[in-house]
């Protein structure tokens, strides 16, 4: 896919309007695809100069929402909506599409990017409280199964001497 720098297609679409030339004219002799120069023309009757200006811009969720919208209340096609909202591809639209058909509302929430933050956070005090607190719950339940532990010994032995004490129990002779 050739570059092409924003003077060029400035260029490009006035020679168009000025009606001489053809978009297949136009397309080939700057090697690009006729259909990103109807997209050009398009965004140029839309925004004027400024459709060429590149911005790069984070869209909210409601904003993806509000073009997908109405592309469909006014049935408009991916190109024109992508015209009318000086979107910088197509493509970006069809993916928003896509990913509201398999996701819902949920996957256009924008997602951030890069490395996440570092915690202000002092990392040796935060596992010393985590070691405090699992130290004094295994603790806890140490002692607790303790606990169990001799009162069964103390029922176990009670049981032995009582029936040591049984009348019922028959001498060997």
Not at 5 to 23: F, I, P, T, W
Not at 116 to 127: G, I, L, T
Request: proline letters at 2%; charged letters at 30%; one cysteine or more.
């Amino acid at each position: 896919m050739v570059k092409i720098s924003d003077a060029n297609k400035l260029c490009a679409v006035l020679r168009y309007l000025d009606g001489k030339e053809s978009y297949k004219e136009i397309s080939s002799s700057l090697g690009v695809d006729n259909g990103d120069l109807r997209l050009w023309v398009k965004r140029y009757e839309y925004h004027g100069k400024e459709a060429f200006t590149k911005s790069y811009t984070n869209y909210t969720a409601e904003y993806k929402l509000d073009v997908l919208k109405y592309m469909n209340e006014h049935g408009t096609s991916i190109r024109e909506t992508s015209a009318i909202f000086n979107l910088p591809t197509t493509q970006i639209i069809r993916s928003w599409r896509q990913l509201l058909e398999t996701g819902g509302v949920d996957a256009l929430i924008p997602k951030k990017k890069g490395r996440p933050n570092m915690k202000k956070e002092n990392h040796k005090q935060v596992q010393k409280q985590d070691l405090d607190k699992e130290s004094v719950e295994s603790l806890q339940a140490e002692v607790e199964r303790l606990r169990m532990e001799n009162a069964y010994l103390k029922k176990l032995n009670a049981l032995v001497q009582n029936k040591g004490k049984s009348p019922n129990r028959t001498k060997h002779k």
